[in-house]
């Protein structure tokens, strides 16, 4: 139904990777950091799902 490779995500934003609908990275910030960067990268991603983001940022708000 969409076309939004993580793997990619992974490897451009998070020194990470795996496959197309799974993959891992890290990062050297704090989570908050860490999260807020992510976000900001979803917001910004034209791939990204409108109904992905509204729950991840739901998800995002509940771990914070």
């Known amino acids: 139904k969409w076309?939004?490779?993580v793997n990619d995500f992974a490897r451009k934003n998070f020194n990470g990777g795996g496959h197309v609908?799974?993959?891992?990275?890290r990062s050297d910030l704090n989570l908050?950091?860490?999260i807020d960067k992510f976000l900001?990268?979803?917001?910004?991603?034209s791939a990204m799902p409108k109904e992905w983001k509204f729950y991840i940022i739901s998800l995002s708000?509940?771990?914070l």
């Open 61 to 63: 708000r509940f771990l």
């Open 32 to 34: 908050s950091q860490t």
């Open 40 to 45: 900001s990268l979803l917001q910004n991603n």
């Open 3 to 5: 076309n939004f490779d």
């Open 21 to 25: 609908n799974a993959a891992g990275g």
